[in-house]
């Protein structure tokens, strides 16, 4: 056996070896392809399946823009709707400060003179009411004592009856002045 056979048999070791990777090689290239064509397919499908997705989320996309679209067109109607709030607001406090002013120059202006003039006709009132009750007392008085003997003793007594009414008359102007401050202060 010679350096010839040597080489011969390692050549054809080398070509074996060389055979057996280039049989591995094809094995793993169809393996590749096939799962090349598997991946190809699922991508197919997921593809299908995306635009499937799509046409079903077209309506729902129109709808959620709708749905945007009409709450920002309610917003801007509160908006509008809050300004025209804020405007009567305002207005009704003018409105508010007008009246509580108008009050208070009633109530200077105008209350007073008609507390005095009340003031003034209760006086009238009981003035000649007090005028008529005495002239009435004085009346009696007189058709009874003209036929009697005059008794001076009486005028006391009738100058403390004016006393009397003069102190109703007092009380019933205190009562009424009473009144009219709790009128002032309501």
Not at 31 to 58: Q, R
Not at 127 to 154: A, C, I, M, W
């Amino acid at each position: 056996m010679g350096s010839t056979d040597i080489l011969e048999y390692t050549q054809i070791g080398i070509n074996v070896i060389v055979l057996i990777l280039f049989i591995c090689i094809i094995i793993i290239l169809v393996s590749l392809i096939k799962a090349g064509k598997l991946i190809t397919e699922k991508i197919e499908d997921l593809n299908k399946n995306l635009k499937d997705y799509k046409e079903m989320l077209n309506p729902v996309i129109d709808k959620y823009n709708t749905f945007v679209d009409t709450a920002n067109s309610i917003a801007k109607k509160i908006d509008d709707n809050m300004d025209v709030v804020n405007d009567s607001l305002k207005k009704l406090d003018g409105a508010v400060e007008d009246i509580v002013e108008f009050e208070k120059k009633v109530r200077t202006n105008i209350e007073p003179s008609v507390m005095d003039t009340v003031t003034t006709f209760n006086g009238i009132v009981s003035g000649v009411k007090t005028f008529f009750d005495v002239y009435k007392k004085r009346r009696q008085n007189s058709e009874k004592n003209k036929y009697e003997v005059l008794d001076y003793s009486n005028d006391y007594t009738q100058s403390d009856e004016f006393k009397n009414e003069y102190n109703d008359i007092d009380k019933e102007l205190n009562e009424v002045k009473k009144k009219l401050d709790e009128m002032r202060r309501d």
